[in-house]
């Protein structure tokens, strides 16, 4: 039994957790995820028997009390060819760390994964029936991760970008597809980011402010036809359950936005910073 253990945000935890799972699936391993027994009560996963609190307490204690060896992935320098001869070596094992990677694995179970990873009725039926007036075979859909909060430290705020620069993504976006009624579906952890004000920068697209919890704006953007935002495994998540396009805003100019730029998952899931 493989115990996958890491701290950090959900997506985060999430795209962790499924290297684990790939690599025990590869070699006949139960994978469990300490983390979405207790918390991120959003996903299939979380309904399933091996995940549950109690599991989650055995593998803690038995790790704190060195009673399960832990094959730690926490650092970027770390030695995944003698971490993975430790994961082979032992029956039960806790696997914790960011720095986990099994790319190929990954991708080759990804349907897996995705399955795993279903939102939960409760959270996708609202947000589906929101959506409905942007189904038209002439409409597209965007869905843009404005990030801000913790952005404003990460990478000495690199990424935090302000609303003028979305806006100027946005109707970039509407400039590369001129013939199509652009639907721009936004989620954000800013409580200041507003419709009306999104509405009066981008005149001639439609602008959505679902207001929805983490779930429900997971759900929103993976339902989307395109996507963009700063680097950030939120909107790489949702790119991956139905391979979205999405142009990732490594700066803040918006005439380095081509329709090449909106590249697959595979291709920045690979690129994650």
Known sequence: MIFARDKSQMCNNLLQYAHV??????HGRKVISMRFSYKYQYFHICHTPLTGLGWYLLAKYMAALRLLPTASFKHEDCDPVALERMMLRHRHIVVSGWFV????????????????????????????EKMKHSSLLTSLKLGVHIRRGD??????????????????????????????????????NDASVTE????????????????GNA?????????????????????????????????????????????????????????II
């Open 21 to 26: 799972y790939a690599w025990g699936r590869e």
């Open 151 to 188: 952005y404003a430290q990460w990478h000495d705020g690199k990424y935090c970008y302000d609303d003028e620069v979305y806006a100027r993504h946005i109707n970039r976006f509407a400039e590369l597809h001129p013939d199509k009624d652009v639907h721009v579906y936004l989620s954000t």
């Open 196 to 211: 009306k004000r999104y509405q009066q920068f981008c005149p001639h697209v439609h602008i959505h402010h679902l207001q």
């Open 215 to 271: 779930p429900e704006d997971l759900f929103m953007l993976s339902e989307c036809d395109y996507l963009m935002g700063p680097p950030s495994t939120f909107s790489l998540v949702a790119a991956m359950y139905r391979d979205i396009p999405l142009y990732r805003m490594d700066t803040a100019n918006a005439e380095d936005m081509t329709a090449e730029g909106f590249k697959l998952f595979d291709y920045w899931f690979r690129r």
């Open 101 to 128: 990677r099994y790319y190929d694995l990954f991708l080759k179970y990804r349907q897996e994964i995705c399955d795993l990873f279903r939102i939960d009725e409760q959270y996708t039926e609202p947000v589906k």
